[in-house]
């Protein structure tokens, strides 16, 4: 059979006694499994972490446009009374500016 003629499109093989067969796989060190492991759990928090951030920041802004007409509101009652305090700040200021001074008023003993 060695001395057969080989074909042009014949692919010619190893004799079965040449073939070289793997060895036992060495195991896996333990350590590389610890690793992986939490590598793992550390991945799937961020992605937890990530979906939950994503969750929270639509919830938000779907709670600040319900909140928009109302926040105006109060905008606009501030302004308002801060006008006011401005107003009665001023009075106030008239008003101690109105009294006589300590210094000209007669010592009552």
Do not use: H
Not at 16 to 31: A, G, L, Q, R
Not at 50 to 76: D, N, V
Not at 77 to 88: F, L, Q, Y
């Amino acid at each position: 059979m060695e001395n057969e003629p080989v074909a042009k499109n014949q692919i010619q093989s190893a004799p079965v006694s040449e073939v070289i067969t793997p060895e036992t796989k060495k195991k896996v060190s333990p350590w590389v499994w610890a690793i992986g492991g939490c590598l793992l759990i550390v991945f799937l928090f961020m992605i937890v972490m990530g979906a939950l951030g994503w969750w929270g920041y639509k919830a938000a802004k779907r709670e600040l446009r319900k909140q928009t007409p109302a926040m105006k509101e109060f905008q606009q009652k501030m302004e308002k009374a801060n006008k006011e305090s401005d107003e009665w700040e001023e009075e106030s200021r008239s008003t101690r500016n109105s009294m006589p001074d300590e210094t000209a008023l007669p010592e009552l003993k």
